[in-house]
């Protein structure tokens, strides 16, 4: 009988957890402005405060934790969790609010970490894949179950659904510090990075990867556009209560799951070349985007919008397959790194814009159509780079 890894399932238990944290936030976004009093726009501040800073603590942490150990980096970033969820629990200023997001900055990418510990105990390449695979299958499983539990604490109270985060920040600190172990034994020395930017600079001088890169930022920018506020575009425009929204985010990741668990290997891959691929599902999600603009019934909203969202989520594995497959073998964390950061970035830029827009009922769909247009043009290089 196969010895079962306690250690490994303690990574797991530790980054559910840690996805609670993640997927709790943006569906309470419409009720918060309510709760605060303050606009659409203002409320965007939340979503960018933490992306900001977790695109400037991402690298920081990821080499942090390669000199003092996974485990001491990790306690330190939920330790920071603990103290930004209990503050944002209990205050009743929106200046306070968003001062405990920030606090919040340094766990942004403490999933990053985790990945990195099951890097760490993989034996193998194939092993590494499968634990990788693990991490995603987390997110699906997290977006799956935790919104409709948080629709439920939000009928409740806007601050309910925090009250559990807290507590299950404490528990997730106590079970690592008592049973969690290092995984990272061969810790090294070397000067720390602190310039987010240098890594990203560094890879778009590289002709190999440089258009998968541009590419698939473009890609990123336009998701972004409605990722973050879409809860709030859903109260506004179709007079949606936020525990509903919590309702179709649970369905959305559902499609998600769905999409990258069966879809991916046995149609899209099977079905289409990589070149033909990248074509049509830039010029779906263009279509998709006007579409969007143009619809006014939210259930054919709805429908349209599973499929914009099931079209996004074979963009990751693909773009990030291409990349790391023409980067060299110890580099290819290191790229890791900055394809997460470039979806910071994205969520610090476009939230401000897409908060403005929602408060003056002008609609970011089109600037979606405008940007994948422009990605569809630069994708015609990137076939002629395939084929070659």
Same mark, same amino acid.
């Given at each position: 009988?196969?010895?079962?890894?306690?250690?490994?399932?303690?990574?797991?238990?530790?980054?559910?957890?840690?996805?609670?944290?993640?997927?709790?936030?943006?569906?309470?976004?419409?009720?918060?402005?309510?709760?605060?009093?303050?606009?659409?726009?203002?409320?965007?501040?939340?979503? =960018?405060?933490?992306?900001?800073?977790?695109?400037?603590?991402?690298?920081?942490?990821?080499?942090?934790?390669?000199?003092?150990?996974?485990?001491?980096?990790?306690?330190?970033?939920?330790?920071?969790?603990?103290?930004?969820?209990?503050?944002?629990?209990?205050?009743?200023?929106?200046?306070?609010?968003?001062?405990?997001?920030?606090?919040?900055?340094?766990?942004?990418?403490?999933?990053?970490?985790?990945?990195?510990?099951?890097?760490?105990?993989?034996?193998?390449?194939?092993?590494?894949?499968?634990?990788?695979?693990?991490?995603?299958?987390?997110?699906?499983?997290?977006?799956?179950?935790?919104?409709?539990?948080?629709?439920?604490?939000?009928?409740?109270?806007?601050?309910?659904?925090?009250?559990?985060?807290?507590?299950?920040?404490?528990?997730?600190?106590?079970?690592?510090?008592?049973?969690?172990?290092?995984?990272?034994?061969?810790?090294?020395?070397?000067?720390?990075?602190?310039?987010?930017?240098?890594?990203?600079?560094?890879?778009?001088?590289?002709?190999?990867?440089?258009?998968?890169? =541009?590419?698939?930022?473009?890609?990123?920018?336009?998701?972004?556009?409605?990722?973050?506020?879409?809860?709030?575009?859903?109260?506004?425009?179709?007079?949606?209560?936020?525990?509903?929204?919590?309702?179709?985010?649970?369905?959305?990741?559902?499609?998600?799951?769905?999409?990258?668990?069966?879809?991916?290997?046995?149609?899209?891959?099977?079905?289409?070349?990589?070149?033909?691929?990248?074509?049509?599902?830039?010029?779906?999600?263009?279509?998709?985007?006007?579409?969007?603009?143009?619809?006014?019934?939210?259930?054919?909203?709805?429908? =349209?919008?599973?499929?914009?969202?099931?079209?996004?989520?074979?963009?990751?594995?693909?773009?990030?397959?291409?990349?790391?497959?023409?980067?060299?073998?110890?580099?290819?964390?290191?790229?890791?790194?900055?394809?997460?950061?470039?979806?910071?970035?994205?969520?610090?830029?476009?939230?401000?814009?897409?908060?403005?827009?929602?408060?003056?009922?002008?609609?970011?769909?089109?600037?979606?159509?405008?940007?994948?247009?422009?990605?569809?043009?630069?994708?015609?290089?990137?076939?002629?780079?395939?084929?070659?």
């Amino acid at each position: 009988m196969k010895k079962i890894d306690t250690n490994k399932l303690m990574i797991i238990f530790i980054g559910f957890l840690d996805i609670l944290a993640i997927g709790i936030f943006v569906p309470t976004l419409p009720d918060l402005a309510k709760y605060y009093w303050v606009s659409a726009h203002l409320i965007s501040y939340a979503i =960018v405060a933490y992306a900001f800073f977790s695109f400037i603590a991402g690298p920081v942490l990821g080499q942090l934790s390669d000199v003092f150990g996974r485990k001491k980096i990790l306690i330190l970033c939920i330790v920071w969790s603990v103290a930004s969820n209990l503050l944002m629990t209990l205050t009743a200023s929106f200046t306070i609010f968003i001062l405990a997001r920030i606090i919040n900055w340094i766990t942004g990418w403490n999933i990053s970490v985790i990945s990195s510990m099951m890097s760490d105990i993989s034996k193998d390449k194939k092993e590494r894949m499968t634990n990788m695979w693990i991490i995603w299958a987390l997110f699906w499983l997290g977006f799956i179950v935790w919104p409709a539990l948080w629709a439920m604490l939000l009928a409740f109270w806007v601050k309910a659904p925090f009250w559990l985060m807290t507590i299950a920040s404490v528990f997730e600190l106590v079970m690592m510090i008592i049973f969690l172990k290092e995984t990272h034994l061969n810790t090294i020395k070397k000067k720390i990075n602190y310039n987010p930017f240098s890594s990203i600079f560094k890879f778009l001088k590289d002709v190999n990867v440089r258009i998968f890169i =541009v590419s698939l930022f473009m890609l990123i920018l336009s998701f972004s556009l409605y990722q973050g506020m879409f809860p709030v575009f859903l109260a506004k425009e179709f007079s949606l209560p936020a525990y509903v929204t919590w309702y179709i985010m649970s369905a959305v990741w559902l499609v998600i799951a769905f999409n990258q668990a069966f879809l991916l290997k046995r149609f899209w891959l099977k079905m289409f070349s990589l070149s033909k691929l990248f074509f049509i599902i830039n010029i779906w999600i263009f279509i998709l985007f006007v579409m969007l603009f143009l619809i006014k019934d939210l259930t054919t909203f709805l429908i =349209v919008f599973f499929f914009l969202v099931a079209l996004q989520w074979v963009v990751n594995p693909i773009y990030q397959s291409e990349i790391v497959e023409n980067t060299g073998e110890h580099e290819r964390w290191e790229i890791m790194w900055v394809m997460w950061s470039l979806q910071s970035m994205s969520m610090f830029i476009w939230p401000l814009i897409w908060g403005i827009c929602i408060d003056r009922n002008i609609s970011m769909f089109w600037f979606g159509a405008i940007i994948v247009f422009i990605n569809i043009l630069i994708i015609t290089r990137l076939v002629k780079k395939l084929k070659n």
